[in-house]
């Protein structure tokens, strides 16, 4: 069936007053963000698909006369039969399914020159479309540079579409590009392909069904039909129009013929694409030279993958990120913390004491300064995963570490948001949004808070104190009950991740079909864009479940008012919190926990280094300056009404191991929320942490207290 | 003609054209799509330090699978 050549798109045309909408398509890895920061800068807004976790990213460009040009970079693709939710969106955006989204005018391809013939697949779906498409060959330099000439005007002839060679790092040919993309009129494709004969019959009644039944024009229609016969698994999203019943019954009908013919329809079309795709190549693909031995990446592959020094250089990598979060962070960190203290000062100094006051000094201004706290970790941990992405380290990871991961039903793309918790979770399920299956992407963010994040340690320090006083313990013992802790959460971690896997999140075992890129040397702006992007992203859509329940946190602590002349330690006791930890204790008795330490797990729900400033006010022994001895002294004195010690070795022990288990973190839950879209998935992880938390604190006392600890 | 064995059991370095493997099966379709068809020309460049997954040459890049994949596809070696 071929399309009649050289139509002038008029609908399409940005000669109408609206301005013209392009999508930009590519396979992962082919510089597609590149080009797009190129073409947009820093005009970009980035949000989420209603309903789907994919984001969606749409900027200005600007043509050579300053016309604007709207253009949305939709998620990397290998094949329009999706596969993953990412996939699926970029499948619905350019089919026009999306209620959210209207269907694209114009088409902005782009391919890696260095890997004609698989990036061609995408394209050769995409022309079926029956849209304008402006085709960009990028990375024509390293393809020169690896032996291989791609012959754009014979590619441009072949196909009869703009075609414009181009080098996006570096910004050659994008004026060329511009000026395409400003042409009022672009012509459709010269895509003359026969669709086999085995399932023509099938694609034609499919396409039939699609116009009468679900209301399509009669090319999107016909790329419909031949993608649902590839799409077997039709990756469904959340604000995508499903098919017509009747479409469906076609489907399954001819599906369930084939089978009992023993027709490979999938397998033939796709063998159809590549023959085609082969006849282009062939006549569009000049070599130059014989690429002399093995490429750079190759020498590179051969120690980074390296059964000895590929775990070398894993571990050097993951070392010298986790010295930097924790060496660099520190100074901005402590920077918000002393700013917003002097904020509160300010405040305090400028406003007459009251309500008010409170609210903004101890609510407001402490609930924000608790989240943009973490912004620094947040930055260095994307600056890494930018540098890593974008240099192709990533995929090695993924690659080295699937085997490990695949034991308890992952692969090897959770390892590096798993590792980047053990920092601070909220990055680290900011990052799982390059897993591109959905249940594995969900096991990840519930496990995740379960590595031992840098916020814990100001507890565990502070218990390990109190369990081992002075200086006679050996520094060994202090460091071993910290290791084991760490362990410990990670063992939970895996351990969770193995049950969800096996019966809430039950799914086939992820693919670890994922192409290994060249190594290139990153981009500076873009790697920055991809922090920043980020760090908003988590201050904005974050930032306002922080705040709430920081003031929910800070009013049950502030009120019911204590009478005139109470000091701080007897407010927070009569508080709601201090009646909630009371009321709380019964609960956590059998843990070995009175209603005093039931107020820090309470307060401490902010987040967990919260609990130690509790103790301070409910022991009356502020911790100065860091020096905790006076309220390890206070704590020590701490004893229930009948005399016994509060703070035995064993309650300390037990106290740690509950903040290893429990979700004591807002900013945490806020991060969750934004990326699953909704409260559903933070609940639970809440209940199931925390019950967790409950069950081996639990186990660990009693079987403690039973052996006479 | 050449014996056929599994992806799975070929010698890194060794190279080997595509035969056969599953028709259906997301996996195995999407395979197809990443250019590994019938009578494509694959090498197999290295295992991951455990030993899975692997690591092909095809059609000029390379592609991971994992040998639970692999162990369906069977291909002829070549010189």
Sequence with gaps: MALPSHISANPAGPSSSRTPVYALVGNPNCGKSTLFNALTGLKQKVGNYPGVTVEKKVGTAYSQHGQPITVIDLPGAYSLAARSPDEAVTRDVLLGRRADTAQPDRILCIIDATNLERNLYLVHQILDLGRPVILVVNMMDLAAASGVTVRINRLEQELGIPVIACEAVNGKGLIELKVAMSRPDLPLARHAWDIPAAIAPAVAELQASLVANDRKAPFIARAEALLLLTDQDSVRVSGSTPLHARTEEILRAWQKRWEGEGTDWAGTLVNSRYDAIGRIAADTILQTGTSAGPTISDKIDSVVTHPVWGWATLGAVMTLLFLSIFTLAEYPMNLIDAQMAALGDWVKNAMAPGDLRDLITSGAIGGVGGGIIFLPQILILFFFIGLLESTGYMARAAFIMDRLMSRVGLNGKSFIPLLSSYACAIPGIMATRTIEDQKDRLVTILVAPLMSCSARLPVYLLMIAALVPGDRVPVATKVGIMVLMYALGTLGAFGFAWLFKRTLLKGAPPLMIMELPPYRLPRVKDVALHMLERAWIFLRRAGTVILGISIVLWFLSAYPKATEGATEQQQLAQSFAGRAGHALEPVIKPLGFDWQIGIGLITSFAAREVFVSTMGVVFNAEAKDDDTTPLRQAMAAAKWPDGRPLFTPLVCITLMVFYVFAMQCISTIAVVKRETNGWKWPLFQIAYMTGTAWLVCFIVFQTGTALGF | ?79
Excluded: C, Q, W
Aim: glycine residues 8%; positive net charge; aromatic residues 4%.
């Design chain 2, 1 to 79: 003609m050449s014996a056929s064995l599994k992806l799975s059991e070929l010698t890194v370095g060794a190279s080997a054209i595509v035969r056969e493997y599953p028709k259906t099966g997301s996996a195995f379709v999407r395979l197809r799509e990443m250019g590994l068809l019938t009578g494509t020309r694959i090498t197999l460049i290295r295992t991951a330090p455990m030993g899975d997954p692997l690591e092909i040459k095809v059609r000029g890049y390379n592609l991971t699978l994992r040998k639970s994949e692999a162990e369906h596809v069977l291909v002829e070696l070549v010189a």
